[in-house]
């Protein structure tokens, strides 16, 4: 199936998490032109490695360096993305699970940085990317979200409430972007294979909130997490990815304000 995306430019956030990378690939695999950022060079290099695995050629894609907790980052970011690349048809948002906390210790200091981080990165990258999506008029808006965002676990308050706020947000964006053949959909994952290295250099980009990759689990989550779901395993990156290309896609024209649950069936309550 043709997914019509050949020569579309593409913006992935933080692709240096695992189930980015892979919703990066699954783009170029479509024959989407790729703009990635990542906190420093030692990430960066990690994601031209897993491209290259795939298979990627490195002209198909556009590196930059970018924190995204700074706004002058966001705007050099976009700035270069449409030096480079000229547009932006598809912009992938990835937000990351936090520090383990619980609710009756959090204070202001605790959750301010948490909406910087995973809400007010989000919507402030994505303004800045919309006048380009409406001169192009057609654009794709995906958030990758993990569980969190629809379940409060043990020690995951601080995650929720600065996810939580995301559905709300982008539910209303979809609705007024709709006239302007802009497509806003949220990916909520759970349950995600990842590579213990990763998880190694989390934190040496400068965003100290993260705790793993992006909500990907690995070690002794991992028996709990396949008993718990009734296929009994967790998701490869590539399968992330892969409904990441779908979304994006001229296929999924009428597909917006939707929150897609891939858990692999955990999820039980019949509406979401």
Do not use: W
């Not at 303004?127 to 676990?153: C, D, F, Q, T």
């Not at 705790?211 to 997490?225: F, P, V, Y």
């Amino acid at each position: 199936m043709n997914l019509g995306l050949q020569d579309t430019v593409a913006l992935v956030v933080d692709s240096h998490l695992g189930i980015a990378t892979a919703a990066a690939a699954s783009l170029a695999n479509e024959g989407a032109i790729l703009s990635l950022t990542a906190p420093d060079s030692y990430h960066m290099r990690h994601v031209e490695i897993e491209l290259a695995r795939s298979n990627i050629p490195q002209d198909r894609f556009r590196a930059v360096i970018a924190d995204l907790n700074r706004t002058r980052d966001i705007h050099r970011l976009v700035r270069e993305t449409l030096h480079r690349q000229n547009d932006i048809g598809v912009l992938v948002n990835t937000v990351q699970e936090l520090e383990p906390s619980d609710a009756l210790d959090l204070e202001e200091e605790n959750i301010e940085p948490a909406l910087a981080r995973n809400f007010f990165s989000a919507v402030q990258l994505t303004r800045e990317v919309l006048p380009h999506m409406k001169r192009l008029g057609i654009g794709r808006i995906i958030n990758l979200i993990p569980y969190s965002a629809i379940e409060v676990s043990s020690g995951g308050t601080l995650s929720s409430l600065s996810l939580a706020p995301l559905l709300a947000y982008f539910k209303g964006l979809a609705f007024e972007l709709a006239p302007n053949n802009i497509t806003v959909n949220n990916i909520i994952y759970f349950g995600v294979e990842t590579d213990d290295s990763e998880d190694d250099h989390a934190d040496s980009g400068g965003n100290g909130d993260a705790s793993s990759d992006s909500g990907e689990e690995t070690g002794a989550d991992r028996n709990h997490h396949e008993d718990d779901s009734p296929m009994h395993r967790m998701a490869q990156p590539c399968e992330i990815g892969d409904v990441v290309a779908m979304v994006a896609s001229s296929r999924a024209s009428y597909l917006t304000g939707a929150n897609i649950i891939l858990d692999g069936g955990r999820h039980r309550q019949y509406y979401a």
